[in-house]
C-alpha cells in the first residue's frame, strides 16, 4: 500500500466511523475541535495527518486508534 492509498483507506474509514454515529462533517470537527474543511479534506485523502490528529479524531468518534486503523 503506498501512501496515497493509505491516505484514502483512513479517509474512508473515517466516514463510515462517523456515518455509524450519524454525524456530519461539522458535528466531527466540533467534536474534534477541527474545522469542517479540515474533515473533508482528511475523508477525502488530500492530507497526510498528523498522528495527533488521528488521537483527536479516534477520541471524538470514540474509537481507539488500532480500531481507526482496522481496514
Not at 488530500?46 to 481507526?68: C, D, F, H, Q, R
Amino acid at each position: 500500500m503506498n501512501k496515497e492509498q493509505l491516505k484514502k483507506k483512513v479517509g474512508q474509514r473515517i466516514v463510515e466511523l462517523r456515518s455509524q454515529k450519524g454525524w456530519s462533517q461539522s458535528d466531527l470537527a466540533r467534536a474534534s475541535n477541527k474545522d469542517r474543511q479540515a474533515i473533508e479534506k482528511l475523508e477525502n485523502g488530500k492530507v497526510n495527518p498528523t498522528i495527533y490528529s488521528l488521537l483527536e479524531i479516534s477520541k471524538a468518534l470514540g474509537v481507539s486508534l488500532k480500531k481507526l486503523f482496522d481496514f
